[in-house]
């Protein structure tokens, strides 16, 4: 099956403007995204990418970025064995809920290999989502990450 989406969201005590940091920050995405620091001008149109070390894991273009609202973009990774027609796309949504905000991420143009049903990994989207932004949650109302958790 093609076009499959995940979709998480998580409800953090914080302000817009502080997810919004947390997200387009490379100091900040290092800490919470599995070492991962995030790189762009933060314009429609602009190159995103995603390095560890100083070696690029991930990239894409900036398809949409209306700061403490929207950031959209394609998203590529260097494992991807995937032949895809197109890259798949990530979509934050930040909505500020009197001194909560629902952040909403929508992953689409997904394949079934992307989907990882071993709860024991953080491969696939279902599995890494979900760690990524509960460190960056835990990260924001605490000012600390989440212990490793694998050995």
């Given at each position: 099956m093609?076009?499959?989406?995940?979709?998480?969201?998580?409800?953090?005590e914080t302000?817009?403007?502080?997810?919004?940091?947390?997200?387009?920050?490379g100091?900040?995405?290092?800490?919470?995204?599995?070492?991962?620091?995030?790189?762009s001008e933060?314009?429609?149109?602009?190159?995103?990418?995603?390095?560890?070390?100083s070696k690029?894991?991930?990239?894409?273009?900036?398809?949409?970025?209306?700061?403490?609202?929207k950031?959209?973009?394609?998203?590529i990774?260097?494992?991807?064995?995937?032949?895809?027609?197109?890259?798949?796309?990530?979509?934050?949504?930040?909505?500020?809920?009197?001194?909560?905000v629902?952040?909403?991420?929508?992953?689409e143009n997904?394949?079934?290999?992307?989907?990882?049903e071993?709860e024991d990994?953080?491969?696939?989207?279902?599995?890494?989502?979900?760690?990524?932004?509960?460190?960056?949650?835990?990260?924001?109302?605490?000012?600390?990450?989440?212990?490793?958790?694998?050995?």
């Amino acid at each position: 099956m093609e076009n499959l989406k995940f979709v998480y969201v998580t409800y953090i005590e914080t302000t817009t403007k502080k997810v919004w940091e947390a997200l387009t920050n490379g100091d900040l995405t290092e800490q919470y995204f599995f070492g991962s620091r995030v790189d762009s001008e933060w314009k429609e149109g602009s190159k995103i990418t995603y390095s560890r070390g100083s070696k690029v894991t991930d990239w894409g273009q900036i398809l949409t970025c209306e700061p403490e609202k929207k950031l959209s973009y394609t998203w590529i990774n260097k494992w991807d064995e995937e032949e895809r027609q197109e890259p798949t796309i990530a979509t934050f949504l930040l909505k500020e809920m009197n001194g909560t905000v629902r952040l909403t991420l929508r992953h689409e143009n997904l394949k079934d290999a992307d989907i990882v049903e071993d709860e024991d990994t953080f491969v696939g989207f279902n599995n890494g989502w979900p760690a990524i932004l509960s460190n960056l949650k835990t990260m924001l109302e605490t000012g600390r990450t989440l212990p490793p958790v694998i050995s």
